[in-house]
């Protein structure tokens, strides 16, 4: 079962890259459609959030990977944003750009550090027996490693945000 | 901007796009099912890990580069054991011959990066007559990478002495180990002379070498 929670947690992650393409190709041209706006973008950065949040008590407390310092931190940052986007969602309030951007620039700064020290474990020290930051639980399709799907959570989160916040410049009827 | 707020609010609108997601997230779980093939004869921690027998006070974890270290000069623990085939193996007691004693994880980076410049070194037949090489076989984890560790001692043409530790690694833990690769070097009476974590190029293994048969390393 865990080999299966791997590959969807790879699928998914892949899925966000294309979203993110998608994401930085529209707020680049401006060009925004109406319904990621107002019915797509909070819920689905409140559930990439979420998604993160509970793949990463999965992998921890089923599959039995021990999270390493920088696992933690990264934990830190992505679980309030299942809180944070989730209110917004509730309340309708595409404001949130100024309490999620920095804390998804937080977690995607040290999931950037943690794939630094995934390719260079001299980075992190030895290895700890416990917890060894530099050890790959998983490694989906090859580059697919646990802070780089944090990274692209973190990335794709922070897209969405400000593309909830993008000013009305398509109309829906152009979809 | 009427029949826009009208269409974002239209909840059929709304649950077509849950359906979708639905379906997305169907689609992604049915190809992980059909695409990942899960063996369930797999060794586990139990099946590997040995029951060593250990005798003798555990070291003090040993210290930060550069730190002094309080277990030089002690006795070493004398762990009874056996290696990945039950043949018996023993480190720490007083033969009179050195001992190399290298604590190794198999899902250890840099452990994988030493296995190889130790069986060169080993090759190179500059380990002395009068000094055992034994590696420990520690931090037995079937849920990392490199398992099991027996396939990997194989893999890298490691023919020296292993000794396997247990599920708790009660060796690692007498010999007090920090993080891995972990060398501790025993003289003839059983000893401790030297310990170090980190990776050792073949110059420091020549040293241990002398550590470990007694003799004063050369002035340099």
């Known amino acids: 079962m865990v080999a299966v929670v791997e590959r969807i947690a790879g699928l998914l992650s892949l899925l966000t890259l294309g979203l993110i393409a998608y994401l930085i190709v529209a707020l680049l041209r401006r060009q925004v459609p109406a319904i990621v706006r107002q019915d797509l973008a909070l819920p689905l950065a409140t559930l990439i959030a979420f998604g993160a949040t509970a793949g990463s008590l999965f992998f921890s407390e089923v599959a039995g990977y021990t999270p390493c310092v920088l696992c933690w931190y990264q934990r830190i940052a992505m679980y309030p944003l299942v809180i944070v986007c989730g209110v917004a969602v509730l309340r309708r309030n595409a404001n949130v750009l100024t309490t999620v951007l920095p804390i998804t620039a937080i977690g995607a700064s040290i999931s950037i550090w943690h794939i630094m020290v995934e390719q260079r474990p001299a980075l992190g020290g030895m290895c700890d027996s416990q917890a060894p930051c530099a050890l790959k639980w998983i490694n989906e399709f090859g580059f697919l490693t646990l802070p780089t799907m944090a990274l692209i959570a973190f990335v794709a989160i922070s897209l969405l945000v400000i593309a909830a916040r993008q000013p009305n410049t398509v109309s829906t009827n152009s979809l | ?220």
Request: aromatic share 6%; glycine share 8%.
């Open chain 2, 1 to 220: 901007m009427a029949t826009t707020q009208a269409r974002a609010q239209d909840p059929r609108r709304k649950l077509l796009l849950v359906a979708a997601g639905a379906a997305v997230l169907g689609l992604v779980v049915l190809i992980a099912v059909l695409s990942v093939t899960e063996s369930d004869s797999r060794l586990t921690v139990t099946d590997v890990a040995g029951s060593p027998e250990i005798e003798g006070a555990d070291l003090t974890v040993v210290p930060e580069p550069g730190e002094p270290d309080p277990a030089i000069g002690e006795a070493a623990p004398v762990v009874q054991g056996a290696d990945h085939d039950g043949n018996p193996v023993s480190i720490g007691d007083a033969t009179g011959r050195g001992q190399m004693i290298m604590f190794m994880a198999s899902w250890c980076q840099f452990c994988q990066q030493e296995l190889p410049t130790v069986v060169d070194w080993v090759a190179e037949g500059r380990l002395p007559d009068d000094v055992d090489l034994i590696a420990v076989s520690t931090s037995l984890s079937d849920v990392r990478p490199n398992w099991p560790p027996q396939d990997w001692f194989v893999r890298e043409n490691y023919q020296n002495q292993v000794i396997v530790d247990d599920v708790q690694s009660s060796i690692a833990r007498a010999y007090g180990l920090r993080a891995t690769p972990y060398w501790v070097i025993v003289n003839p009476e059983g000893v401790i002379v030297h310990r170090s974590t980190g990776i050792s190029p073949s110059g420091v293994l020549d040293a241990f070498a002398e550590l470990a048969a007694g003799r004063q390393l050369p002035q340099t």
